[in-house]
Structure formats: C-alpha cells, structure tokens
C-alpha cells in the first residue's frame, strides 16, 4: 500500500461545476498535511495548508480527519484557471522528518 | 526575490554517461531537496540536506547518484553512468528549515531524457 494514495483521475467537470478530491495516508504519526498545485510541465506549487479544524481559502476549502487518516480539497465554482494536477502531500516526523507526495490528481475544466 | 534556480532546464544524454544538475535555492533557505519525478507521479525525495549536511539520503541510488552542497548554499546532483530508467524530471526544493510547516518552494526542474 502507497503511503500518500489520492484518486485516480483525471476529472472532467464543466466550469462552475463543484469537485472534491480525497486523499489518504497509511502513517499515524503523520503531522502537516498540504495541497499542492502543477501545472502541466511546471513545478508544484503549495496551494494551502490543511489544518484540523478545515480550512477555506476562497473558492477552495480542506479537511482533515485524523480518525480517518483522509484529507480532502473540495473546488466550488471551478474556473478554467484550475485545470491541474493538484497533490496531496504528507509530513512526518519518525525520527527524521519526511515529505511524502501523493501521485496527485489531474483536474480539467471544460468551458 | 529570485526563486530557486536549476540548470540546465533540460538535457538529452546516451546512456552510460555522466550527466549534472545544479540546483540554487532561495536564498535563506537552509533545507534542500532534491526529487525526482515519473510522468504521472509525485515528486519522490532523493535527498535533503540542512545547511551541508546530507540528514535524508536513505532513497538516493548511490552505485550511480551522488550529491554535494559543500557551502550549504547550492548543490549538484550527479548521474554515472546514467541508465534508460532515470529519464524523469528533476526537481530541486527549498525551504527555511526543517520544520514541518514549512512551505517547500519548488525549482523548474531539469528535465533528463536518457537515449
């Protein structure tokens, strides 16, 4: 089992459709969570922080459920400008620290 | 401010040669990354250094990969000889220190096409 697992994908929405995405980790001891952002042949970029109480920033809001060891990045009113790859990335500290990426999930939107 | 700079962007090489990337990060930032990553896949950590200290290299193939930031400023990740199977990107990363909030900010990476 991968440690980070996220949906497969890809996923076709229509603008303005709302998409959410899971993602899992298998670690426990797991302490900072993330979403990042690619873009098609570019770097990951951060999009935001996942914090246990969730989290909102604009159109984009995250949740963690440390019962459930499962975050998710949820998009309202999706805009062209959100076709990505968007990762969810995991942190950890097990004696040494240790940033684990998922294999990310591809998003297109489709006017 | 200037970001974190890798060069070259891209590079075609036959295999069995040598091949290096060189990473700068921004500037302050005492951790670095070096990732290596498959189409389809996230990035997956090949090294990480505080200052000029190698503390993660646990997934570095060291028969052919080896790296060096001996200023604990930029760094350079080296291939030899280089197979068919390390065509990927590589991806250098910074952040300030090793604390897991920490934001890692991300080169272009060096796209290696090995023939």
């Known amino acids: 089992r991968k440690e980070v697992e996220q949906d497969p994908g890809p996923f076709n929405v229509p603008e303005g459709a709302t998409v959410a995405f899971n993602c899992t980790y298998s670690?426990?001891?797991?302490?900072?969570f993330f979403w990042y952002r690619q873009d098609c042949r570019k770097e990951p970029k951060l999009l935001m922080s996942v914090y246990s109480s969730g989290n909102e920033d604009g159109r984009f809001t995250a949740q963690l459920n440390r019962a459930s060891q499962y975050i998710s990045l949820l998009i309202r009113d999706s805009k062209l400008s959100d076709s990505a790859t968007y990762l969810c990335v995991v942190k950890l500290n097990t004696g040494g620290f240790k940033t684990i990426f998922g294999a990310g999930t591809r998003l297109f939107v489709k006017a | 401010e200037a970001g974190v700079v890798q060069s070259p962007r891209y590079k075609i090489i036959e295999k069995k040669q040598p091949v290096a990337f060189w990473c700068n990060p921004i500037?302050?930032?005492?951790?670095l990354y070096w990732y290596l990553q498959n189409l389809g896949q996230g990035p997956e950590l090949l090294i990480r250094?505080?200052?000029?200290?190698?503390?993660?290299d646990s997934q570095l193939p060291k028969d052919r990969f080896s790296a060096e930031r001996l200023k604990g400023v930029d760094s350079t990740l080296k291939i030899q000889p280089a197979e068919l199977g390390d065509s990927a990107v590589y991806l250098c990363a910074s952040s300030w220190d090793r604390e897991t909030h920490n934001e890692q900010f991300f080169g272009p990476g060096t796209r290696l096409t090995v023939l």
């Open positions: 500037s302050g930032h005492n951790t």
């Open positions: 670690n426990s001891a797991s302490q900072s």
């Open positions: 250094y505080e200052n000029e200290e190698a503390v993660d």
